[in-house]
């Protein structure tokens, strides 16, 4: 009997190990669960060109439907996975179906997390789907004061596209510079610096502790009693992995599901994504990415894993942001600690490194491709 690969997710993830698994020519039978009703499509311009106005949320789509026809996959759109049973080998969906499988890759992604205790208004949005970036761009053309809870590198975006359409907008963070998780204090307050200087407002050091308004909101508490008006608030504090769905089954979870090097969560079953908390050889610890690059990445070294070539998923992290009409990218890991050197600086562009025990560990860029591309390659080198 022919092999049945179920793999839940219809994301980048999803459909790149679909798409890996034919290529590398295997004939199993492959079904595709997504918990939207759309095809699969691209995450990363919702944050960036649809909320500026520059694409169209129709042209985001990986792949169409005469496409994935020709990959030979049972797609199951608009419907979520909701259980899994390892003994029985069966995926629970929302719609009391079951599905059975051989093997099965969990490719389900991570969501917004939420502040505690903010109220749903109209006017408070979070961003990850398309839906959502179409909700919030009506909502930047309409409004005239945005609040943004969060300085990280959603917050920043989404920011940084309000400014452009000539939006008044205030970030809040309670950390005393933005994007400081990802670039660390010191680049963290270099950008700081650059939404300053393009006219965002900062309530840094600050927490919300709620949203204020009745039918519709009009601001955001803060800790301490002062309130930032607004009439379109998005929420950007991180995402969460999607796993209540496998609670309770078997698999080890913690922040994510646990994963070897070759994302094995158990016998015949793998993780892949943001879901996908593995071991990472390259950096001889387990670590989680919500990287775009990354997610093509491990489904293609799945891919090989599954077809009969055990593959190692040696990822190299690699993360970009775009604001104000420049390219932010991170190549490796800036931890805390890690000495920052910035070595090329013109204007906003700059190119830092980030050293650990004399080790190249990072290297950031601004508006800086071609300076920051050899320590790329430096870092993939090893």
Request: aromatic share 4%; with cysteine; proline share 5%.
């Given at each position: 009997?022919?092999e049945?690969?179920a793999v839940?997710g219809a994301?980048?993830?999803?459909?790149?190990?679909?798409q890996?698994?034919?290529?590398k020519?295997?004939?199993a039978?492959?079904?595709l669960?997504?918990d939207?009703?759309?095809?699969?499509y691209d995450?990363?311009?919702?944050s960036?060109?649809?909320?500026?106005?520059?694409a169209?949320i129709?042209?985001?789509?990986?792949?169409?439907a005469?496409?994935?026809?020709?990959?030979g996959?049972?797609l199951r759109?608009?419907?979520r996975?909701v259980?899994l049973?390892?003994?029985?080998?069966?995926?629970?969906?929302?719609?009391g179906?079951?599905?059975?499988?051989?093997?099965?890759?969990?490719?389900?992604?991570s969501?917004?997390?939420r502040?505690?205790?903010l109220?749903?208004?109209?006017?408070?949005?979070?961003l990850r789907t398309?839906a959502?970036?179409?909700c919030?761009?009506?909502?930047?053309l309409?409004?005239r004061?945005?609040?943004?809870?969060?300085?990280?590198?959603?917050?920043?975006?989404?920011?940084?596209?309000?400014?452009?359409l000539?939006?008044?907008v205030?970030i809040?963070?309670?950390?005393?510079?933005?994007?400081?998780?990802?670039?660390?204090?010191?680049?963290?307050?270099r950008?700081?610096?650059?939404?300053r200087?393009?006219?965002?407002?900062?309530?840094?050091?600050?927490?919300?502790?709620?949203?204020?308004?009745?039918?519709?909101?009009?601001?955001?508490a803060?800790?301490?009693?002062?309130?930032v008006?607004?009439?379109?608030?998005?929420v950007g504090?991180g995402?969460?992995?999607?796993?209540?769905?496998?609670?309770g089954?078997?698999?080890?979870?913690?922040d994510?599901?646990i994963?070897?090097?070759y994302l094995r969560?158990?016998?015949?079953?793998?993780?892949v994504g943001?879901?996908?908390?593995?071991?990472?050889?390259?950096?001889?610890?387990?670590?989680?990415?919500e990287?775009?690059?990354?997610?093509?990445e491990?489904?293609?070294?799945?891919?090989?894993?599954l077809?009969?070539?055990?593959?190692?998923c040696?990822?190299l992290?690699y993360?970009?942001?775009?604001?104000?009409?420049?390219?932010?990218?991170i190549?490796?890991?800036?931890?805390?600690?890690d000495?920052i050197e910035?070595?090329?600086e013109?204007?906003d562009?700059?190119?830092?490194l980030?050293?650990?025990d004399g080790?190249?560990?990072?290297?950031?860029?601004?508006?800086a491709?071609?300076?920051?591309?050899?320590?790329?390659?430096?870092?993939?080198?090893g």
């Open positions: 009997m022919d049945h690969i839940v994301s980048l993830a999803g459909l790149r190990t679909v890996g698994l034919r290529r020519g295997s004939a039978r492959i079904t669960v997504g939207e009703p759309a095809l699969p995450r990363p311009p919702l960036k060109a649809i909320l500026l106005g520059t169209e129709s042209s985001l789509e990986f792949v169409d005469d496409a994935l026809a020709t990959l996959v049972d759109l608009g419907v996975a259980s049973d390892l003994d029985r080998r069966e995926v629970g969906l929302a719609d179906s079951v599905l059975g499988f051989d093997r099965l890759v969990v490719a389900t992604g969501s917004p997390r502040v505690p205790g109220r749903p208004l109209p006017g408070v949005h979070v398309a959502d970036a179409a919030i761009r009506t909502g930047l309409a409004a004061r945005v609040a943004v809870v969060g300085g990280g590198f959603i917050g920043a975006e989404i920011a940084s596209a309000a400014r452009q000539g939006v008044d205030t809040i963070d309670t950390l005393p510079t933005l994007m400081t998780r990802g670039l660390g204090p010191e680049l963290g307050a950008m700081t610096r650059l939404h200087r393009n006219g965002v407002e900062l309530r840094l050091d600050s927490a919300v502790t709620d949203v204020v308004g009745d039918e519709r909101v009009t601001g955001v803060l800790a301490g009693g002062s309130v008006d607004a009439d379109l608030v998005v504090v995402t969460a992995p999607n796993v209540d769905w496998l609670r089954c078997g698999l080890a979870l913690d994510g599901v994963c070897d090097e969560a158990a016998d015949g079953v793998y993780a943001d879901v996908a908390r593995w071991h990472n050889p390259r950096y001889r610890s387990a670590m989680r990415m990287h775009w690059t990354s997610a093509g491990q489904a293609t070294a799945l891919a090989g894993t077809t009969g070539t055990p593959t190692p040696a990822v992290p993360v970009w942001s775009d604001q104000y009409g420049r390219r932010l990218q190549f490796g890991r800036i931890g805390p600690g000495e910035v070595v090329h013109e204007g562009r700059f190119v830092a980030a050293r650990r080790r190249l560990e990072g290297a950031v860029g601004y508006d491709l071609t300076r920051v591309l050899p320590y790329r390659m430096q870092l993939a080198n």
